[in-house]
């Protein structure tokens, strides 16, 4: 189930503000489901319903959990057992009442309207279909709440089909068929081996010969450890203490020593190493390779040649590499061995080595270097000392754009390097990270009402909504590495465009749509003609990680961006990753940016 909206109703708020006045207790009683028709999903509208629209299904809660100090956890079923006409579940509901008012009548507590439903089918006379309801739900004091649970647990018998209940009575278990026809109670009577006729009761031991285990003296010696020449035996093969050290391998070595391997022994193959090889087999493998980088050494390592200096090797074939220098030579005529000044007109310089050193100037420790590469590599669970240095010098060591660090299961990706440095009306001149998470971090709307007035600063979103992701970010980071910097942001709306704005302080913000998109889509700009709205902003090119990964726009949840579109609406992009705008009450993901700094 998509959820269009969800709310406590105000019979469910008086219940809550009853409990923390101390004088109620709330008792949640079932789950309800239903498939009733909404043309206005509000907050506003939401909160006046005191039942469902078409109440379907009614179910008690399978499990009540602590959530916080002030909230719970219900979970319960819904299920097609009894149904003979399948639904769409568009609306679910949670009730409640009053548990020390003996008169107090049950209340739609909280209600969940869905945008798009669930289809629970028809039972099918065989397996029942079932959707899973979770509710966290704002209880003031959640030590002080019950909860209906269901009293039963079905199980079928999957040779049969047929259904039971488990019942517990008495300390024995039964089983309870529709017609309430209970099993024989069972209960463990005693134990006993496979080879023993009667059933035993109390501390019972049994031991081999109770099970029908056969086995000589010698063989039951060993097991137990008491056959000391066995013991010997085992001790002369295996250490006993678990250290392998003084253990040895007879195998067939291929390797040979330093001095009888020349640049022309060549290279020995070296078979794949496989699950369930002996022991003999790996050494072997590894004998080979240890023999290959002997003659690597030779090969590479032993042509390299101080300035002039006479190389003690075998003659000089075509084709053989030598470095001298920082330049990388291949030999194209044959020579003997001797001083380099006497063998250099044998050699050709290498243009892949050349190329490389040509790739090495053209690599920069700044951030339009870093602005331009893709990587995507993870660079740990919090950014150490040397990264946040890196950051403050504005090398940028070993970070890309795409890179990220994973903090309470968030990834935090870098989306830009210096984006806002040398902007604002005081400039930005500290070195710093743009990062996005890849999730939303909360869901909110950006007011209570339909309305852009105030724009982006005048917005609930901008004075208390974002503060959950702001939270989360500071406690990722720490408050010490969120960047502050100057933002020009819209205060005020005329006819649904912005008509004036002014310079903030910044340090988690949304999004506009240049920075998603590289352009705006939604935003009344120039098209109105004689009146030019207040479009001024800093941000105004695509961040760098959506210009590379365009992909990583959407991730199938819908988010918000700051951009005023009308009266009534501010852009967002779709769960499909389509840009799109929408009501301002309505609820959406806070997918905010930020930047850190040392």
């Given amino acids: 189930m998509e959820i269009a909206n969800q709310c406590l109703t105000s019979q469910g708020l008086a219940l809550l503000n009853a409990a923390q006045a101390g004088t109620a207790t709330i008792e949640f009683t079932k789950l309800t489901a239903g498939n009733g028709t909404y043309s206005d999903t509000t907050t506003e509208t939401l909160q006046e319903m005191t039942a469902m629209k078409s109440q379907k ?3 008690n809660f399978n499990v009540c959990s602590l959530y916080s100090d002030t909230m719970v956890m219900l979970k319960g079923t819904v299920s097609n057992e009894e149904l003979t006409t399948g639904y769409n579940v568009t609306e679910v509901g949670a009730w409640a009442k009053d548990s020390s008012d003996n008169s ?16 629970l089918p028809a039972y099918n006379g065989q397996v029942p279909s079932t959707i899973n309801e979770t509710f966290y739900l704002e209880v003031g004091n959640a030590t002080n709440v019950t909860v209906e649970i269901a009293p039963t647990l079905t199980v079928y018998d999957e040779a049969t089909g047929d259904e039971y209940n488990i019942v517990v009575e008495s300390g024995k278990i039964y089983l309870e068929d529709e017609d309430g026809n209970k099993s024989d109670g069972s209960s463990v009577t005693g134990v006993k081996g496979d080879a023993e006729s009667t059933y035993r009761q109390g501390n019972v031991n049994i031991d081999l010969a109770d099970l029908g285990v056969t086995a000589t003296a010698e063989e039951l010696n060993y097991l137990s450890g008491a056959d000391s020449n066995i013991q010997d035996q085992l001790d002369a093969k295996l250490a006993t203490d678990g250290d392998a050290k003084s253990n040895t391998v007879t195998f067939t070595s291929s390797d040979s020593s330093d001095s009888s391997v020349t640049k ?17 087999t790996l050494f072997n493998s590894v004998s080979k390779a240890v023999k290959n980088t002997r003659w690597l050494y030779k090969f590479i390592i032993g042509n390299i040649m101080p300035d002039n200096s ?18 990388l030579y291949i030999c194209t005529t044959a020579c003997s061995a001797g001083a380099w000044t006497a063998n250099s007109s044998c050699f050709t310089e290498s243009t892949l080595l050349a190329a490389h050193n040509e790739l090495n100037k053209v690599k920069g420790n700044n951030a339009g270097f870093h602005n331009s590469i893709y990587r995507g590599k993870y660079l740990g669970s919090s950014v150490t ?9 504005g090398t940028f060591d070993d970070m890309y754009i795409g890179d990220y660090w994973t903090i309470n299961e968030v990834n935090y990706r870098i989306a830009a390097f210096d984006y806002w440095i040398n902007t604002g009306d005081t400039a930005c001149t500290t070195h710093h990270v743009v990062l996005v998470p890849d999730s939303n971090l909360d869901t909110k709307a950006m007011n209570s009402t339909n309305t852009t007035s105030g724009g982006y600063v005048g917005s609930a979103m901008y004075s208390t909504n974002i503060a959950t992701a702001k939270s989360e970010v500071t406690t990722a980071f720490g408050s010490a590495h969120i960047l502050s910097h100057r933002e020009y942001l819209t205060n005020a709306i005329t006819n649904g465009y912005p008509s004036a704005g002014a310079w903030y302080d910044s340090t988690v913000d949304l999004m506009n749509e240049a920075m998603v998109y590289g352009s705006d889509f939604f935003a009344p700009h120039n098209s109105l003609g004689a009146t030019i709205p207040i479009a001024y902003t800093i941000d105004k090119s695509q961040l760098p990680l959506f210009r590379l990964r365009h992909d990583l726009i959407g991730i199938r949840a819908s988010w918000w961006l700051r951009d005023v579109v009308s009266s009534m609406h501010f852009a967002f992009v779709g769960a499909s990753g389509d840009c799109d705008h929408a009501n301002a009450s309505g609820s959406f993901g806070v997918r905010p940016v930020f930047g850190i700094c040392a």
């Avoid at 022309?264 to 003999?280: C, E, Q, R």
């Avoid at 075998?314 to 330049?327: I, L, Q, S, T």
């Fill in 385 to 393: 000392t040397d990264q946040y240095t890196a950051i403050s010098n």
């Fill in 57 to 59: 299904q009614s179910f």
């Fill in 310 to 327: 006479t190389y003690e090797e075998v003659a000089y074939n075509v084709g053989d590499v030598v470095a001298y220098g920082n330049k």
């Fill in 264 to 280: 022309t022994t060549g290279w020995t193959t070296v078979t794949k190493l496989a699950s369930g090889s002996t022991l003999a």
């Fill in 104 to 119: 107090a009548e049950e209340i739609l507590y909280a209600i969940v309207v869905a945008s798009t439903p669930d289809v």
